[in-house]
C-alpha cells in the first residue's frame, strides 16, 4: 500500500481516538487490515505512527490502547541561561528556504528542484549497487574516495586552458554538502574577529557559517557583470581582509553571472591583494541559457578555493560536494573537516560517483536545463501578468530562482504571512543581506511542485502587495 493508504488510516483512527476514552483499546491488527482492506506492514505503519505522535502506546501480548493522559511535572531549564551565558550571535531558528510546506501549498520559498526535476532512476539504482558493494561496511579516506575526487578534478581540469595549472585528484576533499564545506573553508581561511568580503546579497547559508565561525562579514556592491572590482580593491584595503566569498555562476539569490571581464578583474585584485577567492560553484549543473566557466579555471597559483556541489542536480538525500586547493589552505580545509565530520559515508560518495559515470547523467542535464527553462519562463510570465507590481529584471541565466523586487514601502515579512494564510509559501529577501537589505525583494523557487499552480500563486502574491498599496 502506499504513504497515501497509510495517512488515511492514521487520520480515520486519530478521529477514532479523539472520541474513546483514555485507555480504550483499539481493534486488533486483523480487524484494520480487513476494515481497510489494507496489508498488515500499511496497517503496523499507521500504528507506529499513532505512537510516535503520543496518541497510543503498546502493550507486548495485549494489544493497542489510547494513551492516557499523564500528569508530568514541570522541568526548569532556568540553570542552562545562566550556564550558556549571553549568545555570540543570533541566528533564525530556521531559514526560510528550510521550511515545509504542506503538500497542498503552493511552495515557491525551498532551495531545492522537486524530484521529478532529479535522476530518481539514476540514483535508485547506483544507491542499490552502492549498498551491495564494499563501500557499505567500509571507511573511506578523510579526503574521499580517490576516484570520485579524481572526477571532480577532471571536471575542471577539462575546462582549464593551456598554460595554467590544472588540478589534480591530490587537491580535492570531498564533503558532506557544500554547507559543511563553506563552514570549514571560512575557519580555515579567516581567524576569528576577521573580515570576510561577500557579495550582497549573497546566499544565507554563507552569512550563517560565517556568524558561526565569529567572522565579521564585508558587503561589496556590484551589478549584474558582478561585483566592483575598485569596490572589492577598497575594501581588501580597508578591511585587511584575506578572503572574498562569492558565487560567478548564477549567483543565489539574484541569478547573476559574473561577465568573462568582471572575473578577470576581480581575480586580478585577489591575486593584487595576496587573498583567496572562495568560488561557490553551486549551480554548475543548473545552466538555462550560458554556459558555466569557474574562475578557478584561470587560477594557478591557488588563489581560488573552489566548492562543487552535487546535491541540486543528483538529490537532496546525496549530500555529496567537493573543496578544490592547493597548498596550506587544502591541509587546514581538510584538517577541519576530519574534526568536523571525520569522513563523508563511502554509499554515498560511491552513489555519487556511479551516477555521474553513467551514460544517463549528461541525458538527465539536458532534460533538466529545458525543464529550467520551461519553469523559470512560466513563473516569470505568471507574475507578469497577476502580479506586475513586482519587478524581476533580467531572467537569470541559471539557478532555481528569480529575485523579485517589491514596491518600496512594502512590509515584506506580512507579505509572507498573508501568502502564507492563502497556502503560498514565499521567502523574504532579507535573509540574503549580511546588513541592512537593500529594499524588499522576494526569492521565489520555480523548480518547486505544482508548476501548473504558479498563475494561482502569483494571483495570491498580486494580492497580498495591492492589499498594502
Known amino acids: 500500500m502506499s504513504n497515501d493508504s497509510t495517512a488515511r488510516i492514521v487520520d480515520d483512527l486519530r ?9 480504550a483499546r483499539l481493534p486488533s491488527s486483523r480487524d484494520l487490515v480487513a476494515r481497510y482492506a489494507a496489508s498488515p506492514v500499511t496497517v503496523q505503519k499507521a500504528l507506529r505512527r499513532l505512537a510516535a ?19 508530568v511535572r514541570t522541568v526548569d531549564y532556568g540553570w542552562q541561561s545562566a550556564a550558556l551565558r549571553t549568545p555570540r550571535f543570533t541566528l533564525p531558528r530556521s531559514s526560510q528556504p528550510l521550511l515545509t510546506a504542506p503538500p497542498e501549498a503552493y511552495a515557491l520559498h525551498g532551495g531545492y528542484p522537486e524530484p521529478g526535476l532529479l535522476p530518481d532512476r539514476l540514483v535508485r539504482a547506483a544507491l542499490g549497487r552502492a549498498a551491495r558493494s564494499a563501500a557499505a561496511t567500509a571507511r ?32 580535492v576533499v570531498i564533503t558532506p554538502g557544500s554547507q559543511s564545506a563553506l563552514t570549514s573553508i ?3 581561511l579567516v581567524p576569528p574577529g576577521g573580515a570576510l568580503l561577500i557579495e550582497s546579497p549573497t546566499y544565507w547559508g554563507a552569512i ?24 572589492l580593491d577598497r575594501a581588501f584595503r580597508e578591511t585587511g581582509a584575506r578572503a572574498f566569498y562569492a558565487q560567478p555562476n548564477y549567483a543565489n539569490p539574484t541569478g547573476v553571472q559574473w561577465s568573462p571581464e568582471r572575473a578577470r578583474e576581480v581575480l586580478d585584485v585577489v591575486r593584487d591583494r595576496g587573498a583567496f577567492l572562495i568560488e561557490d ?35 537532496p538525500a546525496v549530500r555529496v560536494a567537493a573543496v578544490i586547493a592547493r597548498g596550506p589552505a587544502r591541509e587546514r580545509i581538510l584538517a577541519d573537516q576530519a574534526a568536523e565530520s571525520a569522513y563523508v559515508s563511502a554509499i554515498l560518495q560511491a552513489t555519487a560517483l556511479d551516477v555521474v559515470s553513467d551514460p544517463g547523467w549528461p541525458t538527465h542535464l539536458r532534460r533538466l536545463r529545458r525543464a529550467l527553462k520551461e519553469r523559470r519562463d512560466l513563473l516569470a510570465a505568471s507574475l507578469a501578468e497577476h502580479a506586475p507590481a513586482l519587478d524581476i529584471g533580467t531572467l537569470p541565466p541559471g539557478g532555481i530562482h528569480l529575485w523579485a523586487r517589491l514596491p518600496d514601502g512594502i512590509d515584506v515579512h506580512r507579505l509572507v504571512r498573508d501568502c502564507k494564510a492563502a497556502s503560498v509559501y514565499v521567502a523574504a529577501g532579507d535573509e540574503w543581506f549580511a546588513a541592512e537589505p537593500a529594499g524588499p525583494y522576494l526569492r521565489l523557487n520555480f523548480t518547486g511542485p505544482s508548476p501548473g499552480g504558479f498563475a494561482d500563486a502569483a494571483t ?6 495591492a492589499a498594502q498599496r
Open 140 to 171: 573511506p579516506p578523510t579526503a574521499g574516495l580517490p576516484e570520485l575526487r579524481a572526477w571532480f578534478a577532471a571536471e575542471l581540469t577539462a575546462l582549464t586552458p593551456a598554460g595554467t595549472a590544472a588540478p589534480g585528484f591530490s587537491d
Open 53 to 71: 505522535e503520543g496518541l497510543t502506546e503498546s502493550r507486548p501480548g495485549v494489544g493497542t490502547f489510547v494513551r492516557a493522559e499523564r500528569v
Open 15 to 23: 478521529r477514532w481516538i479523539s472520541a474513546a476514552a483514555p485507555g
Open 281 to 315: 560553484d553551486w549551480a554548475h549543473d543548473l545552466a538555462i541559457t550560458t554556459v558555466p566557466r569557474p574562475v578557478a579555471v584561470d587560477d594557478h597559483d591557488g588563489h581560488v578555493v573552489y566548492v562543487r556541489s552535487l546535491t541540486k542536480s543528483m538529490s
Open 186 to 188: 571560512i575557519r580555515a
Open 208 to 231: 550563517h557559517s560565517a556568524h558561526l565561525a565569529g567572522v565579521r562579514l564585508v558587503p561589496v556592491p556590484g551589478d549584474t557583470d558582478g561585483p566592483d572590482p575598485d569596490e
Open 460 to 465: 495570491v502574491i498580486g494580492e497580498a502587495v
